[in-house]
């Protein structure tokens, strides 16, 4: 079954580097998409790709069947939902369960 | 500007009636979509249209009927609603199927 995996929850301090892994089993997928959702309002894709990539404090690692979202010098205000989702071709985007990280000071 | 909005943002209503949930987007995008958002926050896609045609329609009781009067909007049409169907509802649009995808704010419906 086409599916995303991701941990329910993740914990950090302030000023770490924090690491949110997430691997697929979906097939004919080849590019990652990471966003960030604060309840209610949008999610909001944080970066994206079918290879390593940057933007600002966020960075992506990438293998065929996995990857991870790093978020640089963590802030409280990062506290939020991280979303992992993959694109099957001839479908859609299909979204892990979500990530809730916790930021402590 | 709102790229993608959704109204309303809060809808409460009781079980057996029908409900619209209107969502627009002003990128000029091809493809628009629905996702519904349950209580353990699970995304989950139920309907892609892509230029007013329906490309994906997942496992969704036929309660639920998507329109789009044009390319700009995707609208949901939720007939005899029921206690399950409370939840987070989702619009999104992206310029082709395989392109990131930009989110409407959610429209959190609730049924007593």
């Known amino acids: 079954k086409d599916q995303v995996f991701q941990p329910s929850t993740v914990a950090s301090s302030e000023g770490a580097v924090v690491e949110i892994f997430c691997n697929h089993s979906v097939s004919n997928a080849y590019n990652f998409f990471w966003y960030l959702h604060f309840p209610g309002c949008a999610p909001r894709l944080l970066v994206k790709g079918s290879k390593p990539s940057q933007q600002g404090r966020y960075n992506m690692t990438y293998e065929r069947f996995s990857s991870s979202l790093l978020i640089l010098q963590v802030r409280e205000a990062d506290a939020a939902v991280y979303y992992c989702?993959?694109?099957?071709?001839?479908?859609?985007?299909?979204f892990g369960k979500g990530t809730t990280l916790s930021v402590s000071s | 500007d709102t790229a993608v909005s959704q109204t309303p943002k809060y809808l409460v209503t009781q079980m057996g009636n029908d409900k619209s949930i209107k969502c627009e987007q002003n990128?000029?995008?091809?493809?628009m979509y629905w996702y519904k958002q349950d209580s353990k926050k699970f995304l989950k896609i139920m309907f892609s249209?892509?230029?007013?045609?329906?490309?994906i329609n997942e496992t969704v009781p036929n309660r639920f009927s998507p329109k789009s009067p044009d390319k700009a909007h995707l609208n949901l049409h939720i007939n005899s609603l029921e206690l399950g169907d409370s939840a987070v509802y989702f619009c999104?649009?992206?310029?082709?199927?395989?392109?990131?995808?930009?989110f409407g704010p959610g429209t959190r419906l609730t049924v007593t």
């Open positions: 989702a993959c694109y099957q071709a001839g479908t859609a985007l299909i």
């Open positions: 990128l000029g995008h091809d493809t």
């Open positions: 249209y892509n230029n007013k045609e329906l490309i």
């Open positions: 999104a649009s992206s310029q082709d199927e395989g392109s990131e995808q930009y």
